[in-house]
């Protein structure tokens, strides 16, 4: 069987990103070729531009965003909380934190070198929406990368230089010249888009098959 190549790309901040990846790994488990499938991440930040501000509310920033109350922003999120929760997830916005993203996508691309970045991609996921940690700080990041795997001196390195910061920029620009604009998680299979994540893990098991 000829190899398979999947490009996903996602926000780390994207709930629906996070919630994309279970049911991605669920169709996945199922697949009876996983070796000739390979999975490349790519970097889309929702917001560039976003001011990582630890004391606010998730729930007062999306209120602002979306022209919501603050009700209703809490009430969206609760019905994530639920999505989350069938897909064995656990989601605890009351803790989570706004913060910008771009250094955690430095961080998921440098983790490409040692073959980590599922793993590392995970981990961030997993820092933000479960144990409300900040996503922007470099201190953090360098924490979760060693629970990643990755070396510690090599992180540090990392984020004293502006080293991967095209890497991401490359992907964001890829990403415009195949019309992602702000729908994500996005999935291609050998160059071919599929859009169905959303609803479950039938058709991203047809994207394998």
Not at 15 to 41: D, I, S, T
Not at 117 to 144: C, P, W
Request: charged letters at 25%; one cysteine or more.
């Amino acid at each position: 069987m000829s190899k398979i190549k999947i490009d996903i790309w996602s926000d780390i901040r994207c709930p629906f990103c996070y919630l994309g990846k279970r049911r991605f790994e669920a169709a996945w488990k199922q697949f009876h070729n996983k070796e000739n499938v390979e999975v490349e991440w790519h970097s889309f930040e929702l917001d560039p531009y976003l001011v990582t501000q630890p004391g606010r509310s998730v729930y007062d920033h999306l209120a602002e965003q979306k022209g919501m109350t603050l009700e209703q922003s809490v009430q969206a999120h609760q019905q994530v909380v639920q999505q989350a929760k069938m897909l064995g997830l656990e989601f605890n916005f009351d803790k989570g934190i706004v913060a910008n993203s771009f250094n955690a996508h430095r961080l998921a691309h440098f983790a490409k070198k040692y073959h980590l970045q599922h793993d590392m991609e995970e981990r961030l996921f997993k820092a933000y929406f479960t144990d409300g940690l900040n996503i922007a700080d470099i201190s953090t990041l360098v924490i979760l990368g060693k629970e990643a795997g990755l070396p510690e001196t090599e992180m540090d390195e990392l984020f004293s230089s502006d080293n991967y910061n095209d890497n991401v920029r490359m992907d964001e620009a890829y990403a415009r010249e195949l019309r992602i604009t702000g729908v994500v998680p996005f999935f291609l299979f050998n160059e071919k888009i599929l859009r169905y994540w959303c609803t479950g893990s039938r058709n991203i098991s047809a994207g394998l098959d």
